[in-house]
């Protein structure tokens, strides 16, 4: 994305988020996404609608002629043009609750997902006129790009901001996009089914989409599947999705979440992208002890990460791949039987390759966690594991968030795909390393990247050891010459005013 649109993004939502006064981000988020969904389906409405009114054998009212080219059906008084002319009467709150119920009403895919909460007393009507008049105006900064392309991204980066204004909270719903495109760029999901079983606003999938258009793929000849538990976080995915025409009927809400109620029992995926909640405790192992997703043991009731890991395992197809991202308490953990179910997983064949995260890379924890990278099938590896150290690369976005530049990722993928074709790979010491198996073994199936990647040698600056010790020890000559004038000069001024030492 240009610059240009980076700061037109960045001061529309700052210009939003001015409106906003005393609301909680979490509870102002669905407001803006929810006008910014409205207007992006009523912007492909008209453009539809007015190229069936030039037609004289078509019925620019007729929803049929909306279903066939798969564009959501505005009804009149959901229109954008309309709610834009009402924008300062003080009932543009119950109007905007209207439109939202007449648009689910007509589009049965879109039941229960539009934000219906524009009438409430706490939202002033002055600032949400203003806020249709802020949202309007990406039209006119749309001539040199699709309007719907600018409001998809619109949408997502508003994610992104309102993910890091929550901070916690947003990370249960937002993987920032630098991590998620990496993941993303390893696994390469051209063609088949794409399982998240903890989808959020469903990022993983908008970029697995990105990435199939970027190499000239067929968009139809992938299927996404996800479940989510938190419903408002799954309404976010549904229209998140919506604005990119993605189809998302396989994308399920439900209150249990994936261990107690799996929407896709019978699912093998040919790739899964996840970034699960963090060492989730209570997750439902008292229910769940026979239960058939744990081939390689029963993960402890306190802590979900290898509950995890196996129900991806699970759903994942013969020849799939799998990129997850989980807490680093799961690559040396030997505790309640952790560390059994990683050596069983290893000595499978299934790990393909290990990334160390940096701190500081998510909104809900500065902690620093890692990208498992999982295969099934005649794809692997055999006996042999790759370690990647990303540990300090990446920089700081703003004060608390660091960010993998697009340098980095290109460096880590490239080296994960020379590794995989091996091409051009080699061991780079203190970043990368192909372990075999017996090496994991000496490491009691401990899986930390550093390791075996070892320290980085120090660079030679090609300064003899003679010359560096000549200079250190004279430095340290006119350090101690200082600190005895400075005495002196202290015993001077002391013994002026009648002290002695």
Not at 15 to 28: H, S
Not at 359 to 373: E, V
Not at 397 to 415: A, G, L, N, W
Request: include cysteine.
């Amino acid at each position: 994305m240009g610059k240009d649109n980076n700061n037109f993004e960045a001061k529309l939502f700052q210009t939003a988020d001015k409106l906003r006064k005393n609301i909680d981000a979490a509870e102002y988020k669905n407001v803006v996404l929810g006008l910014i969904f409205l207007k992006h389906i009523s912007d492909s409405f008209q453009e539809l609608y007015d190229r069936l009114e030039k037609d004289e054998f078509s019925d620019s009212e007729d929803r049929d002629e909306y279903i066939a080219e798969n564009v959501f059906f505005v009804p009149e008084i959901s229109r954008w043009k309309n709610l834009h002319a009402k924008a300062t009467l003080p009932e543009i709150g119950v109007e905007l609750d209207n439109a939202m119920t007449a648009i689910e009403k007509e589009n049965h895919e879109l039941k229960n997902v539009l934000p219906k909460v524009y009438a409430k007393p706490n939202l002033d009507k002055t600032s949400l006129g203003e806020l249709i008049n802020v949202i309007s105006d990406i039209e006119l900064k749309a001539e040199t790009d699709s309007s719907k392309d600018l409001l998809g991204r619109v949408y997502e980066y508003f994610l992104g901001e309102f993910a890091s204004a929550e901070g916690k909270k947003g990370g249960q719903f937002y993987t920032p996009k630098s991590i998620v495109k990496l993941m993303v760029e390893m696994i390469e999901p051209y063609k088949g089914r794409i399982y998240d079983p903890a989808c959020g606003s469903s990022g993983m999938f908008v970029i697995s989409e990105k990435f199939v258009r970027e190499h000239q793929g067929n968009i139809q000849d992938i299927t996404i599947y996800g479940q989510e538990s938190n419903q408002t976080t799954w309404k976010l995915s549904k229209m998140n999705l919506a604005i990119r025409n993605i189809n998302s009927q396989f994308v399920i809400w439900n209150t249990e979440g994936s261990f107690l109620k799996d929407a896709h029992p019978d699912l093998k995926a040919d790739f899964i992208l996840a970034n699960p909640p963090f060492n989730q405790k209570e997750w439902g192992q008292d229910i769940l002890q026979e239960d058939g997703r744990w081939q390689y043991g029963l993960p402890p009731a306190g802590n979900a990460n290898f509950a995890w890991m196996q129900h991806m395992i699970y759903h994942l197809k013969t020849n799939g791949v799998m990129a997850t991202v989980l807490a680093n308490g799961s690559l040396s953990s030997m505790t309640s039987g952790e560390g059994e179910i990683r050596r069983k997983i290893v000595k499978a064949g299934l790990v393909d390759c290990i990334v160390a995260l940096p701190k500081q890379l998510f909104y809900n924890t500065g902690i620093p966690a890692t990208i498992w990278i999982l295969r099934r099938g005649d794809h692997t590896k055999k006996g042999e594991t790759l370690f990647i150290d990303a540990s300090e690369m990446g920089f700081m976005k703003d004060r608390v968030h660091r960010e993998f530049s697009p340098e980095d990722i290109e460096k880590i993928e490239t080296i994960y795909h020379n590794w995989r074709k091996d091409e051009n790979y080699e061991d780079v010491k203190g970043f990368c390393k192909s372990a075999r198996f017996e090496e994991i073994e000496k490491h009691s199936f401990v899986l930390t990247p550093g390791r075996y990647v070892g320290i980085p040698d120090e660079e030679d600056d090609g300064i003899p050891f003679e010359d560096k010790m000549n200079e250190l020890t004279s430095t340290l000559s006119k350090q101690m010459l200082k600190e005895k004038e400075l005495d002196e000069n202290i015993k001077i001024q002391l013994s002026k005013i009648g002290f002695t030492l």
